[in-house]
C-alpha cells in the first residue's frame, strides 16, 4: 500500500437542502456514515465541530459535475462551501467528481428495501460514504491522492 497517507478522512456531500457527512477510519478500511447536516447558516459551523471530533486530515467534498463532466450551479456552490469550509477549518479540502455518488446512494437504498421517501434523511449520508469510499480505494490503488487539492491561499476579493 505505497503512497496511502494515514489519517481519518471527512466525506462531505454538499446539497441544496442538507449536507452528507461520512469518515473514514485512519487506515482507510471503511467509510461509514456520520450525520446528515441541514443546509443553513449553521451548516458550516457544525462540520467544523464534527471535524474538530475526528481531526481529520483531509476533507473530501463531492463536486457535482453533468454527465459530460461540466460545471452545473451545484458544481459552484459546492465549490464556495469548500472554500468556506477550508477558511474556518484551516483543513485541506480535496474536490472529488461525484457525478455518480448519489445515484449509487439511491440504489444501494432501494436494494436495502427503503423507498426513496423513507431514505431522504439518510441518502445525503450514504452519498457522502460512497464519494469517500471511492476517494480511499483510489488513493490506495494509485498511490496518490484522489480528487483536486483546493488551493490553501486565496486572493482576498
Known sequence: MSGFRRGVRLGIDVGRARVGVARSDPDGMLAVPVETVPRSEESLARIAQIAADYEPIEFVV???VNMQGADTPSTSDAREFAGAL???TSVP???MDERLSTVSAHAALRSSGRTQRNSRSIVDQVAAVVLL?????TEKSTGSPAGTALPTTEEPS
Open 93 to 95: 479540502v480535496r474536490l
Open 62 to 64: 463531492g463536486l457535482p
Open 86 to 88: 477550508q477558511r474556518l
Open 133 to 137: 469510499q471511492h476517494a480511499i480505494d
